[in-house]
């Protein structure tokens, strides 16, 4: 089983980023998958979650309107399309992937907003 996250970069305040969590090992298709974040010296919070046929997503209050969850059930990827970037979203960004009794999660990538 594999999760792998990528497109985590340094990118200025209001600017975009585009995470992908590529799955592997597991049938993708039956899982519910996830978004959180962990930022320095905090515990790991919840950022976006969406179904196992996109037919519902739910979003931290923090990120509602500039954070945009979704998935590719053929390519077996996850996506968060992240806008309006704030320096008070930089975190380390994991994906996690869940059915039943079965928790999956990503090794990571960065995300830094600065100036």
């Known amino acids: 089983v594999q999760l792998v996250e990528s497109g985590g970069a340094l990118v200025q305040p209001g600017g975009s980023l585009r995470l992908s969590c590529a799955a592997s090992?597991?049938?993708?298709?039956?899982?519910?998958m996830s978004w959180y974040r962990q930022a320095p010296g905090k515990g790991r919070e919840l950022v976006a979650s969406?179904?196992?046929?996109?037919?519902?997503?739910a979003y931290a209050d923090s990120v509602k309107g500039r954070f945009a969850v979704s998935r590719d059930n053929v390519k077996n990827t996850v996506y968060l399309q992240m806008d309006s970037l704030k320096p008070e979203d930089t975190a380390v960004y994991y994906c996690?992937?869940?059915?039943?009794?079965?928790?999956?999660w990503g090794q990571g990538t960065q995300v830094t907003v600065s100036s």
């Open positions: 090992g597991f049938t993708f298709t039956t899982y519910n």
């Open positions: 969406i179904t196992s046929n996109s037919g519902s997503t």
């Open positions: 996690k992937a869940v059915r039943a009794f079965r928790v999956y």
